[in-house]
């Protein structure tokens, strides 16, 4: 990740934020995340390499390739057949745009790869599980927005703990 990009939370009992704990990857900096909500727009670029992951997704929407990538990868085994994850997307390019044209979408993915999974052979076997329930259809801004999967977005513009605009 780039300089300042990556941290650690600790939300305590006057968050909105739905997660108590945890780690935060942005592709600005991380103490831009802090609320109240207080500006429309506020961004970084580092104007660093995206990933060839993001961008494998971002390109089957006709989407741009990705920049200023924060990346988290681990080996993990478990015991058992079942292994969770909790996580909230939030982005400052909601709500501007959302299906803007521009080639501008911030996108999310989590990816597993190991026995028994099926992935995508074109992102070395890996399964995006980063995606709404029941579908294929991974975590962009505009493919969970309040137009698109809307039970899954949530309008942050005036939210207390978080700056960003949208959370999914």
Not at 35 to 48: D, V
Not at 73 to 88: G, Q
Not at 132 to 149: A, C, K
Request: overall charge negative; proline content about 5%; aromatic content about 8%.
């Amino acid at each position: 990740c780039p300089e300042g990009a990556v941290g650690t939370f600790l939300a305590g009992d006057n968050t909105d934020l739905g997660l108590e704990k945890g780690i935060l990857l942005t592709s600005g900096l991380a103490t831009n995340a802090v609320g109240p909500n207080q500006a429309g727009g506020i961004s970084e670029s580092h104007m660093t390499p995206g990933d060839s992951d993001l961008d494998y997704f971002s390109s089957l929407n006709g989407g741009e390739p990705s920049e200023d990538a924060c990346v988290v990868e681990l080996n993990v085994f478990v015991a058992t057949n079942e292994l969770r994850f909790e996580y909230i997307f939030g982005s400052e390019e909601y709500p501007e745009f959302v299906n803007s044209g521009l080639g501008v979408n911030d996108i999310f993915a989590l990816l597993v790869k190991g026995p028994g999974i099926m992935g995508d052979p074109n992102i070395d076997n890996q399964q995006n599980v980063a995606i709404v329930p029941g579908t294929n259809t991974f975590i962009e801004i505009d493919n969970v927005n309040s137009g698109s999967n809307w039970e899954y977005y949530r309008d942050n513009q005036n939210g207390t703990s978080v700056q960003y605009d949208g959370l999914t």
